[in-house]
């Protein structure tokens, strides 16, 4: 029960202090141009992840499941949401569902509302080859996300204090694996050095879940009033990592995540090298303040309006997106200065 309310409380607690607009977004700018010689018709937001062929670049990122009737109920939402905007959804851990299959319904019901779409499991770092497949059996999943999340564990008392041999794990699960896997962080964003461990194991897609937008070191704190604050600051924010793990230049699908919340935010994102942009703070607090309704309708404005800057951009696919030019300054500039990142 304390983890079915752990789960609740995360939720609860990302709509109340987990959204900042912190992620860099504001150091990005695109540079007009007058002559886009392009119809808003022609433009294609197809994009290939890594061999996961989507129809779109914007994704519902992992949030819920295995905590009773209530996540059950958002994971419907958020399933038909996902659907009939045609967009890929990714669940939340299922690691519970794994232990207790009692569990595995609030995980099942997203497959179950979105029979053909694109549907992707995932577990932690301390998952193993059998846990994977068995995630991925369980949503018939397209592709599967192995989450990195120290900095929540750290801030957990009863949290993980060794964090010995993921990589390695990573790389058993990876080879092994008929579809693609994904290693997310979850709003710490991942350093140059991580991806390339990653790209050195064999990982083909990483999503860099940058510092900005939910923050699970603020959640920790708030909702249990513990002392771990020095995190609550802690992180590479989401437009610097993008940065980072696209200088790495090892061939690896980058995916943008970590407090991205409309289609301009996307649009800076792929101009920075990501191949597509997942969000869930932003879209499960559409869902629980407004409904279902209003989300299916943010999701396919999302999806217009970025079709609408990239026309204005001359862009006419996500290839040609990720090469608008771009104005870098503030903070991220800083950053990337002094990281030789150019
Ligand atoms: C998450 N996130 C998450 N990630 C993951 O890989 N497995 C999980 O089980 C969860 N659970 C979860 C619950 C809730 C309520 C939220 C809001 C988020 C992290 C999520 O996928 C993402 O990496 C971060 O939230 C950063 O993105 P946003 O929220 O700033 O768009």
């Given at each position: 029960m304390a983890r079915t309310?752990?789960?609740?409380?995360?939720?609860?607690?990302?709509?109340?202090?987990?959204q900042h607009r912190l992620s860099g977004f504001e150091d990005i700018s695109f540079v007009h141009q007058s002559l886009p010689d392009l119809s808003i018709e022609d433009v294609s937001l197809d994009t290939v992840i890594g061999g996961l062929h989507a129809s779109s670049p914007i994704f519902i990122n992992a949030m819920t499941g295995g905590g009773g009737k209530e996540t059950e109920h958002l994971n419907k939402?958020?399933?038909i949401a996902a659907r009939?905007?045609?967009?890929?959804i990714a669940v939340g851990s299922q690691m519970a569902a794994l232990k207790d299959p009692a569990e595995a319904g609030s995980f099942e019901i997203v497959r179950r509302m979105n029979p053909d779409g694109i549907v992707i499991a995932n577990l932690g770092g301390e998952a193993g080859v059998d846990e994977a497949k068995r995630a991925v059996e369980m949503l018939r999943a397209n592709a599967l996300q192995i989450h990195l999340n120290v900095i929540q564990e750290l801030t957990m008392p009863e949290?993980?204090?060794?964090?010995k041999d993921t990589l390695l794990r990573i790389e058993k699960i990876t080879a092994a694996m008929s579809v693609p896997v994904i290693v997310k962080e979850t709003g710490f964003g991942m350093s140059r050095e991580t991806v390339s461990k990653l790209s050195s194991a064999g990982v083909s897609i990483a999503d860099i879940g940058g510092f900005g937008g939910t923050n699970f070191a603020r959640i920790e704190n708030e909702r249990?009033?513990?002392?771990?604050?020095y995190f609550n600051e802690w992180g590479i924010?989401?437009?610097?990592s993008i940065a980072e793990a696209v200088s790495v230049k090892s061939g690896m699908a980058i995916i943008a995540s970590g407090g991205i919340q409309n289609s301009l935010d996307v649009a800076k994102c792929l101009a920075l090298g990501a191949i597509a942009a997942g969000m869930a703070g932003q879209f499960i607090k559409t869902l629980k303040e407004k409904g279902l309704p209003e989300l299916?309708?943010?999701?396919?404005?999302?999806?217009?309006?970025?079709k609408v800057i990239m026309t204005a951009l001359g862009a006419k696919d996500i290839k040609?997106?990720?090469?608008?030019?771009l104005i870098i300054s503030g903070e991220t500039f800083h950053w990337l200065t002094q990281r030789g990142i150019d």
């Open positions: 309310q752990r789960k609740l409380d995360h939720i609860n607690y990302a709509l109340q202090t987990g939402e958020l399933s009939e905007a045609g967009i890929p949290g993980d204090r060794s964090f249990r009033k513990t002392s771990f604050s924010p989401t437009a610097v299916i309708k943010e999701l396919k404005d999302t999806l217009h309006d970025l040609a997106l990720q090469e608008a030019r």
